[in-house]
């Protein structure tokens, strides 16, 4: 026995049978402890009806106004309270409370909510209770086997009083750290001030944090997990529905959906991600991946990148992807690049504007590229497909196809007429089923095409083979560079020395030119044609060859005394009598 003496007080010390037992203070009771401490002022060891126990084991108490209920229980401070074997409970509130003795431990006499005192106003012990349950900090709670409340009112742990029992129906081995904390199920984690975690297996880190569903986590001040199996990070991020990720500033999400980034909106299953992204429907395919993306229904990739349907927030574009700085989709389209579009004009600034009339299963490849009718494809910075112009393409820089069917291939090539093919650099080709191929020549006739650079069709049903051709003449052919035409002339007859001759091919629909005046060229390797009354075949050098021959013969002539040739257009002089020999044979000319 011994004491220690203050100058204004007396705190005795005492051992029991057990030379490991201390006890210090006044009004200690131990209750028959075994290997125990108790120290300071109203110290309670309990009391415990055990079979072959004397009373409980290597508990520690220090203290005024504590309690260690249980086996290897340890207690330091002001009104603190452990419970079960193994619990910690470390700070005080300097408030007074009663307890009541049970046969599984202490508790408050009259808890109320929080365990506020009903005789004293916001008062809260602090408590350990519960097998290996450790409460750090002033006014704070460990309420459940393995709960850790560390932090000034933090809570680890909940359950209910039954008479003078305490109940732990939740918050096994959870975890609050932080002041005004709450982990209040199983397995649960609060993390930072005022965090809150009461789903199973959920976790919540940050200022006012809070996860309030299944296996959720949310990370960040404010925000909030409030659905099963969801992921949220960042400041203000929030989602309602299950298994959804967010990650970001403020966010609010749907069932089984990510949203990641600021502002973001991802709808059920969708993705989310970047400053304000949001996926609109709840389609396994809505992505949205990018500052401000927008994906109703598809794939949206890059910043202000959109796969909606017009600017109604409610419209939606399936099975589209979006890929590039603010490129816009509708359905089933595909946009490549910085602002492609397919299926709605922008403007300058790169906006949504208007909702044009095509766009489905249209492809926009390309910086600025546009598709706006259905089924058609643009490919290259600039390159257009305007509306109406059905499976239209346009490939190249600033290439415009503008027409059903119309193809525009090439730098700043256009092609602006039904079924068109612009294929070159410049050119333009504005007549339905006609044709460019070169630089840059332009066709406005119809069913006309143009190979060579420099051309210039304007008739219908022409062909223009060469350079720097102008043709005017419909369903004419000009072949050769620099060649010219002009309307073919009909020539059905024609008069020799007052004899007319009538011509096969007189009513001529048009002509072959293949020179200019100056500027002429043989036609070789011509054919032998059909020579007779009818035909209308050319004629090569050889057949006029043979014809030549036979003229160059000339005429036989023979008289009485000799015979001679005369040439075509040579004279023959005949003399012979004024009167004609009535008697005269031999068929002599008679004179």
Not at 291 to 314: E, F, R, T
Not at 427 to 456: C, E, K, Q, R
Request: charged share 10%; net charge negative; hydrophobic share 35%.
């Amino acid at each position: 026995l011994s004491s220690v003496h203050a100058d204004t007080s007396v705190v005795n010390c005492n051992t029991t049978d057990h030379d490991s037992d201390l006890f210090c203070g006044n009004n200690i009771n131990t209750n028959g402890a075994v290997n125990s401490v108790a120290i300071g002022n109203s110290v309670l060891i309990p009391k415990i009806s055990v079979p072959g126990k004397t009373g409980i084991e290597q508990a520690v108490a220090i203290g005024s106004n504590v309690q260690a209920t249980g086996d290897n229980s340890l207690v330091i401070g002001n009104e603190a309270i452990t419970g079960k074997s193994g619990s910690i409970a470390i700070g005080g509130d300097d408030a007074a409370g009663t307890y009541n003795a049970n046969g599984k431990g202490y508790i408050l006499r009259a808890f109320g909510s929080n365990f506020f005192d009903n005789n004293i106003t916001d008062y809260r012990a602090n408590a350990a209770i519960g097998n290996g349950a450790v409460s750090l900090g002033s006014n704070s709670q460990a309420l459940a086997d393995g709960a850790v409340s560390i932090g000034a009112a933090a809570t680890a742990g909940a359950g209910t009083q039954r008479g003078n029992e305490w109940d732990s129906s939740s918050g096994k081995q959870s975890i609050a750290l932080g002041a005004e904390s709450s982990a209040l199920n199983d397995n649960t984690i609060a993390l930072g001030y005022r965090t809150t975690s009461t789903g199973n297996s959920s976790t919540a880190i940050g200022n006012s944090t809070v996860a309030t569903a299944n296996n959720a986590l949310a990370l960040g001040s404010h925000s909030h997990a409030d659905a099963d199996g969801a992921v949220i990070i960042g400041s203000d991020a929030k989602n309602t529905r299950d298994t959804l990720t967010a990650v970001g500033l403020p966010a609010d999400n749907g069932v089984n959906a990510i949203g990641i980034g600021s502002s973001v909106r991802s709808a059920a299953n969708g993705i989310a991600i970047g400053r304000g992204a949001e996926a609109k429907i709840s389609e396994a395919t809505t992505i949205a991946i990018g500052n401000g993306a927008v994906s109703a229904g598809g794939i949206a990739l890059g910043q202000d990148s959109a796969v909606v349907k017009g600017n109604n927030p409610s419209g939606t574009a399936s099975a589209s992807v979006s890929i590039g700085r603010q490129t816009t989709v509708a359905d089933y389209g595909v946009a490549l690049g910085s602002r492609a579009s397919v299926g709605m004009t922008l403007t300058a600034d790169g906006i949504p504007e208007r909702l044009t009339s095509g766009g489905l299963y249209g492809t926009a490849v390309g910086i600025n590229s546009g598709v706006y009718s259905n089924s058609a494809l643009a490919v290259g910075h600039n390159a257009k497909v305007s509306e109406n112009a059905d499976a239209a393409l346009a490939v190249g820089y600033n290439s415009l196809s503008s027409a059903q069917n119309a193809i525009a291939i090439g730098n700043t090539t256009k092609a602006s007429a039904e079924n068109a093919i612009s294929i070159g650099t410049g050119n333009t080709v504005s007549g339905d089923n006609s044709g460019a191929i070169g630089d840059p020549s332009t066709v406005s006739g119809m069913n006309s095409y143009s190979l060579g650079n420099n051309n210039t069709v304007s008739a219908n049903n022409a062909f223009v083979l060469g350079n720097s051709v102008n043709n005017a003449v419909d369903s004419s052919v000009v072949l050769g560079d620099g060649s010219t035409v002009m309307a073919a002339v009909a020539t059905p007859e024609y008069t020799v020395n007052g004899t007319t001759h009538k011509f096969a091919g007189s009513l001529p629909v048009s002509t072959v030119s293949i020179g200019d005046s100056g500027k002429e060229r043989t036609l070789t390797n011509v054919a032998a044609g059909r020579v007779s009354a009818a035909s209308t075949d050319a004629i090569n050098g050889s057949q006029l060859f043979a014809v030549a021959s036979e003229v160059e013969k000339g005429n036989q002539f023979a008289g009485n005394t000799g015979a001679f040739n005369r040439r075509l257009g040579e004279i023959t002089t005949i003399s012979g009598g004024l009167v004609a020999d009535a008697t005269a044979s031999n068929k002599n000319i008679r004179t």
